[in-house]
């Protein structure tokens, strides 16, 4: 009987720990539709690290920043990302059957599982991560709109070493500020955004090259400006 009692009570700690979890991060994500988050975990860690150059971040609202600067990210790293709820299960199913094939394994990682992870969590592979990572996004796809999670998302997203949000990235590498990219220059951006401490806006390789005017071609596919405006509405 003792051992059944301390089970129990153990039992209804963990449900009770849990509970206590789940509701301090809906929270949190609460806050934050409406609260810019004053940092990231990647910020976070990149300043703990003492790296250099010294970190460069600042915070604009979504209408500050370029749409053509929006329609790029959704070309290059997340197309389907008005329709889905956080998780991309067909990107997913896709990646696996192109593993399957002999293809290199590939994220499928959605705009929200990558604000997920930049704001919360941690870089690196691993099944635990990726599991919070996508739990976060369906609760962020809960919580906030669309528009939100890309604002936030161009906010944080790291374009080079110690470079964090659109805006930084743009007067950095342009000497403009990110409502003034072009479309082109958007391209140059987002082409490095899947790993942006080896790929480089200003010396651009024959890759990054390659993804930029792929990037422009599917920005063109998706009918320019007009796409934003149709699910924006």
């Known amino acids: 009987m003792a051992r059944k009692s301390l089970l129990r009570k153990t039992l209804t700690w963990l449900v009770s720990a849990c509970l206590a979890v789940v509701l301090l991060v809906l929270g949190v994500l609460v ?11 990647f910020m976070l860690a990149y300043q703990w690290g003492d790296q250099d150059p010294p970190l460069q971040q600042e915070w604009v609202d979504g209408e500050k920043i370029s749409p053509w600067m929006s329609l790029a990210v959704i070309a290059s790293e997340d197309q389907r990302f008005p329709q889905h709820w956080g998780v991309d299960l067909d990107a997913i199913r896709q990646a696996v059957s ?6 290199g394994l590939r994220g499928a990682s959605t705009i929200t599982q990558q604000t997920a992870k930049n704001l919360f969590l941690w870089n ?3 099944f635990v991560r990726k599991a919070l990572e996508a739990a976060l996004a369906l609760g962020i796809e809960l919580v906030w709109p669309k528009q939100r999670i890309l604002e936030v998302y161009l906010n944080i997203a790291e374009f080079g070493p110690g470079i ?5 990235a743009s007067r950095h590498y ?11 220059q958007s391209a140059r951006l987002a082409a490095v955004l899947p790993n942006p401490n080896v790929l480089s806006v200003v010396r651009p390789s024959p890759y990054v090259v390659g993804r930029v005017n792929w990037i422009r071609g599917q920005m063109r596919q998706l009918s320019g400006l007009a796409y934003l405006q149709d699910w924006a509405r």
């Open 124 to 126: 690196g592979r691993s």
């Open 31 to 41: 806050l934050f539709r409406f609260v810019d988050p004053p940092t990231s975990a």
């Open 98 to 103: 192109d593993y399957r094939a002999g293809d």
């Open 164 to 168: 964090y949000g659109a805006e930084a």
């Open 174 to 184: 342009f000497g403009i500020p990110a409502s003034q990219l072009s479309a082109y």
